[in-house]
C-alpha cells in the first residue's frame, strides 16, 4: 500500500497490538500509547505480595487468529510467544467430596472421570465426540465480526442452531452426559471457559477486521489525523491516555 503516514493508537492491549502489527506492516509509522506499566490489556498479569494473577488471556487456548495476525506480518507465533502446555491443566476439588484433575489426554481423563463416578467414565469420549462436532460447525462463525443485532441472523449463524440448542440449558445438556452432579459442575465450568473463549476470538476477529478497514480509510484521513495530532502537546497526549 506504500503507506507513510503517522499513526497514533491508544491502548496496547490485544487490539491495539493486532491493530499495530498491520498498519506497520501496511507502511505507516505507528506509535502505541499505553497508560498502564506494561502492556497486554486483559492478557497482562497483576503481581502483589509474591503472587501473579492472569487477568484473563484465555485465548491463547485457541490461537489460530494469532497465528494468521502473525503470518500477515512475516512471523511465527510460536516463535515469538512462548507457550507451557500445562498437565494437569488444572485440579478441582469438590466440597461433596473427590477431586479431578483436568488433562488433554483423553483417555487418562476417562480414568480421572470413573473414579469419581465408574458410570460416567466412558461417556466423556462421548461429550468429547458431540462438542468436535459442535465446534466444527461453529468454527466459521468465530472467523467473521458481528457488528450488530443483525449479525445473528446470518444464514451461516441459523444453519448451527441445531447444534448449539440455544433453546436447552447448559445444566440439561450435561445432565444427558453425566449423572454425577460433581461432572456436571465440573464441566459448567469447562463450557463457561470456552464460551469466553468463543467471545475472545470472535473479538479477534474483529479486531483484525477494524484493523483493516482503517488501512483502507487511512489514506483519506492521514492529512487531517496528522494535523490534529500534530497540534497537540505531550501533555494533551498523555491526559488522552490518563481518560481511558
Not at 9 to 29: E, H, N, R, S
Not at 142 to 149: C, E, I, Y
Not at 210 to 223: D, S, T, V
Request: proline share 5%.
Amino acid at each position: 500500500m506504500g503507506m507513510s503516514r503517522r499513526v497514533i493508537i491508544i491502548g496496547a492491549g490485544p487490539g491495539g497490538l493486532a491493530t499495530a502489527l498491520l498498519l506497520a506492516k501496511a507502511g505507516a509509522d505507528v506509535t502505541i500509547l499505553e497508560k498502564q506499566p506494561r502492556v497486554g490489556g486483559r492478557t497482562s498479569v497483576i503481581e502483589s505480595d509474591g503472587y501473579r494473577f492472569d487477568l484473563g488471556p484465555t485465548f491463547f487456548l485457541y490461537p489460530q487468529i494469532l497465528q494468521e495476525i502473525f503470518q500477515e506480518v512475516g512471523r511465527d507465533l510460536f516463535k515469538e510467544v512462548r507457550m507451557t502446555r500445562l498437565d494437569p491443566q488444572y485440579r478441582l476439588t469438590f466440597g461433596a467430596g473427590g477431586e479431578l484433575n483436568a488433562t488433554s489426554d483423553l483417555e487418562r481423563m476417562v480414568t480421572e472421570i470413573a473414579r469419581l463416578s465408574p458410570a460416567d467414565g466412558p461417556q466423556f469420549r462421548k461429550f468429547m465426540a458431540y462438542n468436535r462436532v459442535k465446534l466444527e460447525k461453529f468454527a466459521p462463525c468465530l472467523q467473521v465480526p458481528f457488528p450488530g443485532w443483525t449479525s445473528l441472523l446470518s444464514a451461516r449463524l441459523l444453519a448451527v442452531l441445531p447444534f448449539l440448542k440455544p433453546w436447552k440449558s447448559l445444566h440439561a445438556e450435561l445432565a444427558g452426559f453425566f449423572r454425577d452432579p460433581r461432572l456436571q459442575l465440573a464441566f459448567d465450568v469447562v463450557k463457561r471457559v470456552i464460551d469466553v473463549r468463543k467471545a475472545e476470538n470472535k473479538a479477534a476477529a474483529e479486531a483484525r477486521t477494524k484493523a483493516e478497514q482503517k488501512q483502507k480509510i487511512l489514506g483519506i484521513l492521514a492529512r487531517k489525523q496528522d494535523e490534529a495530532l500534530e497540534s497537540k502537546s505531550e501533555e494533551e497526549l498523555r491526559a488522552l491516555i490518563e481518560a481511558m
